[in-house]
Each structure stands twice: as C-alpha cells, then as structure tokens.
C-alpha cells in the first residue's frame, strides 16, 4: 500500500482504499465486522427485495471539487458515459418494466454532451426521472441556464446538495461563491414553479456533514432549512434528504489526513440501525458505471466492487439474475446504516 501523506486524492486507488477500510492505516485496525452485525439482525446474506431503481452514473466531469465528494468528480476527469452505452441502458429499462425510476448522476450530469438526449429518450419510457444537479451547473455557462425549464419539460425530479443553509459552512465545503450561485439557481427553479406545494415539480435538498461528526436528524434540520431559505432568500423546496458521508474517496482522505478515521468508523458501527440496515438502498436499486460496469450502490462502484453475480455489465443485464444474487458488503457499508441510516434518498428509518 502507498504511503499515506497529506495531499488530495492519495487514495485514487480503490485497493488502496478498501485496505484502508477494512484494517485501517497501521493494518491492525479492528472494528465488528459488517457481516457480523448482519447476521445478528438476521439479515446475512444481504439480498435484493425488488429491484426498481436503475441509478446511472453518466459522467465524472464536475464543474465543482467538493471536500466530502465519494466520486472525486471534478473538471479534469475524463470518465463520460457514451451515447452507446445511454442505448443499452434504454434497452434494458424498455425490456424491463419493474425498473420504474431512473437515478442519473454523475460529477455534473448534465455536462456529458449526450445528457439531454438521454432523458428525453428515458421520458419517452414512462419512467420517473431524477437528476442529481449541483445547482451551480445552471449559471455555470449560458448553455446550461435553461436547465430548469427543461426539467420542467420532462417533469424531472431535482435532487440538489446544498451543505447549509448559510454562505460560510457551503463555502467551506464546496468553494468560494458556491452559495451564493446555488441560491440563485434556486430561485430559478422556484421560478419554473420547482419546490412549490402542489405543484408537481418536486425539489429536494441534500444535507452531508462538514466533518467527522453523523448527521443531525433529518425532520428537525429540514424545518430549520425551510425557515432560513424561506424566510432570507425567498426560496421553497420539498424535502431535505440527510446522508451520512460514506469513508471513502476524497472524505477518506480527509478522515485520514486529520486523524479522524478511527474515531469515525467507531461512531459509525457504534450506531448501527438494524431497521435502516433492512431498508438500504441496495436492495432496490442497481448502479450503472459510466462504462455500462453494474454495482450494488454507488459507493461500491467507486471502490470498483462490481456486483456478485453473471450481469456484471449492462450488456449482460438480467433482472431474475441481479435480483437473486448476494450485495457485495464491507466496513463501508456501516455509513448507510448508522442512526436512521442513509440513503441517495435520506435517511430510512
């Protein structure tokens, strides 16, 4: 393993990250291992209940580097999912009716060249759509400024990180001036008729920690989000969705560099929720890797844990097949099943 030193992305291998994980820095780090905690809750193997997500991950390209980002997305990589590959996703959610919800993210999702392509295509299916928008994509160039009118079109679900309600702690997580143009991208959204009550177009914010601490409980900071964004800046918005930061990619390292890693993964395994554990994301929704490659979950595409069965690419996809195969676990997974555990869509219990 590479020795580990205070710069970004020292961890850009995924062996080296699992390593990590699994033993911590010195290798006789020891926590309760996952599948343990499983088989106490009668849970082990961890298996599908019905697949009805296919979650897409279109693209590594951002227009942002965000500290706690599990992608390490940024404007320099390279990684774009093709127009041929977007087909054999069609292929599969057309041949594949149970799959009712298309999850499509990225990076930015909506700087792969073939992004508004891709959801007109998956609208044409029937499908509900989100799209996970960073907001700051829409005043990031003027090609981009129509964004909200064309999720209006195609009655796109938008899901929008958005660190704090306050300038200094979103800054601090996701750059200077980010607020402020995530404020004005929500007032354009507001302004398409997104996040108003009734109105169909549903907007939802994501809340991650700035630090080595579990989120707060989901309803009580939602209500506090509500009445600050309302209150200063005019601005409505459906749900507030709070996820746990996972210890992997660019939060690893920050775990790593400030000497936070144990004492995270202690609290973690500490609060482990066997009621959110039965309720993970995994086992409804499939993750699709820029290359077409199949995961259980986009953290586990990110550290390249392909799923544990014959579909391993979107290619091969065989439903019967995916739904009956064991989810790929590890001392990871204990970030989705800390409290009320936590999921692409908030917590779940």
Known sequence: MKSLKAEHNILANANDQLEIIEHGISGDFSLVPFQQKLEQSNLFPLKPTQLETLQVNIGKMCNQICKHCHVDAGPDRKEIMTKETMMLCLDVLQKNPLLSTVDITGGAPEMNPNFRWFVEEISKLGKHIIVRCNLTIILANKKYHNLPGFYKDHIIEVVSSLPFYTQDRTDRQRGNGVFKNSIKALQMLNDAGYGKENSGFILNLVYNPAGAFLP?????????????????????????????????????????????????????VNAYNSTAAAKVMCRNTISVGWDGYLYDCDFNQMLELKVNCQSKHIVDFCLEDLTKREINIGQHCYGCTAGPGSSCSGSVA
């Open 216 to 268: 707060p409980m989901q309803q009580a900071l939602e209500k506090e989000y509500k009445q600050s964004l309302k209150q200063r800046h005019g601005i409505e918005f459906n749900n507030l969705f709070v996820m746990t930061n996972m210890p992997i990619s660019r939060y690893l390292d920050y775990l790593l560099t400030t000497g936070n890693y144990e004492m995270y993964m202690e609290k973690l």
